[in-house]
């Protein structure tokens, strides 16, 4: 098991991040799980015609690797995944890298709570930011 962080362990200002890059294959794939199969991500042909002029990710995959460092990483495993805000500032693109980082913003010990800001980053742009709220593992 992946080692993350007990409640217990957690300082505010903390941060955890990952990096993937989006391929095709990521857009397909998330459109068969999640069952988004708008053409604006799969269809080349129709998205050219959009305002975006090409595929563009779900906005949802870049939650989703939000999602990833939160159950992986900060807090990581055991964590569970209480709500999330999220605001989609510009398109994710296939061959972008994007960043998606989470840092504690507050800390509910009564609860055992953990409030983070949460971003993803294309080429240093913030593409996508909210607010995560969720339970860390506690020792024992």
Known sequence: M???FYFDELSLGQSAELVRTVGPHDLEA???VSGDS???HLDEAYAKTTTFGGRIAHGMLSAAYVSAVL???LPGPGAIYLSQSLRFRRPVR???EVTARATVTALDEKRGQVTLETVCLVAGKTVMDGEALVM???RG
């Open 2 to 4: 992946q080692q993350g």
């Open 30 to 32: 998330f459109a068969e």
């Open 71 to 73: 159950g992986t990483r």
């Open 136 to 138: 860390a593992p506690k």
């Open 38 to 40: 708008n053409p604006v």
């Open 94 to 96: 296939i061959g972008d």
